[in-house]
């Protein structure tokens, strides 16, 4: 798997990009952000594919050291919540175990990822800040946004039908 990083997060994460020469399925390809909200570092994932993604709030030092371990627990934790099948869900799972950080590659992946922070920001301020705000129900909502980048589809839609074509 594959994890498209910003500066910022490449800044946060102490961590040097692998160079890129592979071939690997996009579906294993992930951009990610960490930017502030009420000053606290949060992470925004979303996969190149399915736009598919994941608000990771109010991350410490030691969280950024065990990054790897933290998206795969919040991507297990997110899948449940969304009723993805367990089957399903330890495909994935088995994806999150070799992690390569890189740089961003993908314009289009980059402005849906800004078009959603807009949006979970505005969620939050309406649910009255990041402590008020069920991050599972967040993240429930950002992934049923429609989203012309993919075809006018829900990205939870279109990352179902890619687990369908996997194992």
Not at 94 to 114: A, D, F, P, W
Not at 128 to 149: A, M, V
Request: proline letters at 4%; charged letters at 25%.
């Amino acid at each position: 798997m594959k994890i498209r990083c910003t500066q910022k997060m490449l800044s946060e994460l102490k961590e040097k990009p692998v160079l890129e020469y592979d071939s690997t399925d996009p579906f294993w390809s992930w951009h990610a952000n960490m930017f502030y909200i009420e000053r606290h570092k949060c992470v925004l994932i979303t996969n190149d594919i399915t736009l598919f993604t994941l608000f990771i709030p109010a991350l410490k030092k030691p969280d950024f050291q065990n990054f790897k371990l933290i998206f795969g627990q919040q991507l297990f934790k997110n899948l449940l919540h969304e009723k993805i099948p367990q089957n399903r869900i330890e495909i994935v799972l088995s994806g999150c175990e070799k992690i390569q950080y890189r740089k961003t590659n993908n314009r289009s992946v980059l402005g849906s990822m800004n078009n959603q922070r807009a949006y979970l920001e505005a969620v939050i301020q309406n649910e009255g800040g990041l402590e008020r705000t069920d991050i599972f129900k967040l993240n429930h909502k950002l992934n049923r946004y429609i989203l012309s980048p993919i075809g006018y589809n829900r990205p939870v839609e279109m990352f179902i039908e890619q687990l369908n074509f996997i194992g």
